[in-house]
């Protein structure tokens, strides 16, 4: 049960953003940049890093949700279930494999992240931008994962949840949502 | 060294805020909304939470320059040092002391958070607003700390520079500085 009254068709971090609209604005922009703005990593790669911290950080809600969109991204289901167990079997590239495992650094500490494993990224090509963009990623996830488990918010009754979401998060992204989406609009007024 | 290019005037959080402003102006609001917007929660108080989540993720950037903000709003150091201590010892209401446990917990993680730390909370008088601000504030900062220390930042060569940043975060907050703050701008565009 959450820690304090939040509407209860809304699992997860989508209470919570209801709950405070003003700070969740400011947070659902940042996202919307970071995880659908313009960048040369696509956007199911960095569902992926959502993922990975996600999954570091046992945040059931966001494990899931991000898990279900990277594989609606994807159309498949095999990388995000290896980069669980074992970034080096993920069939991604060089360089994301080198960004997956910074956002795992991250997700441990800050101070976590060496210069190594930068090295590593750098010489698969990954560009500063890309990993500039990683850490921070990885470090908001930090946040939501604190937000949404902190507050002990509830997973959804039904784990068809996840898919609607995972729908809506490929369509409209981090955004409130239009007017018009009524279909999607019913399982959470935000992601 | 940081792992990208950032201005070498500009330390800490202030050389990654200009690195990327579009993603800046986001974490900027949010954090002026949280720690200087409408609260029942004094701005001191909010810096302190700040404080205590930098110290135990161990960043000495944030953990100097917020302590410095509290210092400076409290008029005293007493209670930053008592914080990063012993917590019961500090001198602040007890309703401060569950908030700060409470922060403690979060910046751990989001499931180390009790019930009984939130109950003790609430005993003590925190209403569920407080409650949220305080996992959210905390939150934050393990993101701050994870983007200061992941990327490696530089510390500032002289640790004058924390108290001419502590004067700008009291008198400007989180926000942009505006025109004619010159004597607070020559240490960064940014906090």
Redesign the interface.
């Known amino acids: 049960m959450p820690?304090?009254?939040l509407e209860e068709h809304l699992p997860g971090i989508t209470g919570?953003l209801e709950?405070?609209q003003?700070?969740a604005?400011?947070?659902r922009?940042?996202t919307q940049?970071?995880l659908r703005?313009p960048s040369t990593l696509t956007e199911a790669e960095r569902e992926l890093i959502a993922t990975i911290v996600s999954y570091g950080?046992?945040?059931t809600f966001c494990t899931t949700a991000h898990t279900a969109a990277a594989d609606k991204l994807l159309g498949e289901s095999n990388t995000t279930r290896a980069i669980k167990t074992d970034i080096g079997s993920a069939p991604v590239s060089e360089k994301m494999k080198a960004l997956l495992v910074?956002a795992r650094?991250?997700q441990q500490?800050?101070?976590s992240?060496t210069?190594q494993s930068?090295q590593q990224a750098k010489d698969a090509g990954a560009t500063?931008?890309e990993?500039?963009?990683t850490?921070?990623i990885?470090?908001?996830f930090?946040?939501?994962?604190?937000?949404?488990?902190?507050?002990?918010t509830r997973l959804p009754e039904s784990t068809d949840y996840y898919n609607t979401l995972a729908e809506r998060l490929v369509t409209n992204g981090y955004r409130r949502l239009p007017q018009g989406y009524s279909h999607l609009k019913k399982i959470s007024p935000t992601p």
Not at 142 to 152: K, T
Request: aromatic share 6%; glycine share 6%; hydrophobic share 40%.
């Open positions: 820690h304090i009254p919570l709950y405070r003003d700070s604005q400011p947070i922009k940042l940049l970071l703005g950080n046992e945040c910074i650094h991250v500490s800050g101070k992240v210069t930068i500063d931008v990993i500039h963009d850490v921070l990885a470090s908001l930090c946040l939501y994962n604190r937000y949404v488990d902190g507050m002990a």
